[in-house]
Nanobody, 114 residues
């Protein structure tokens, strides 16, 4: 069955980088469209980025430039690289994919503070 497991979050200082991973099972990442979402504390769930089955990438406008979505096909894993982290990037980050229904992992927490 489809399973998504995020990892790579943590507590970092502004300006640092993080590499989030979403390990997938039950389907093949390389031929799938997948997305990252996040939920900042006290705010609504929001879309971050999508990579489609042809590896075309799409970003929420304010995140383009510092956020990079990609696939590690050898590990069947979705990646989100975030550079120059800011306090407003603090959130629980989730990966999602749609197969017979929408699937979402349990999330990985990113906290940015000095």
């Amino acid at each position: 069955q489809v399973q998504l497991v995020e990892s790579g979050g943590g507590s970092v200082q502004p300006g640092q980088s993080l590499r989030l991973s979403c390990a997938a099972s039950g389907f093949t990442v390389s031929t799938s469209a997948m997305s990252w979402y996040r939920q900042p504390p006290g705010r609504e769930y929001e879309w971050v980025a999508t990579i489609d089955s042809d590896d075309n990438t799409y970003y929420e406008e304010t995140m383009e430039g510092r956020f990079t979505i990609s696939k590690d096909n050898a590990k069947n894993t979705l990646i989100l690289q975030i550079h120059s982290l800011k306090p407003e990037n603090t959130a629980m980050y989730y990966c999602e994919t749609n197969k017979d229904r929408q699937y979402r992992g349990q999330g990985t927490q990113v906290t940015v503070s000095s």
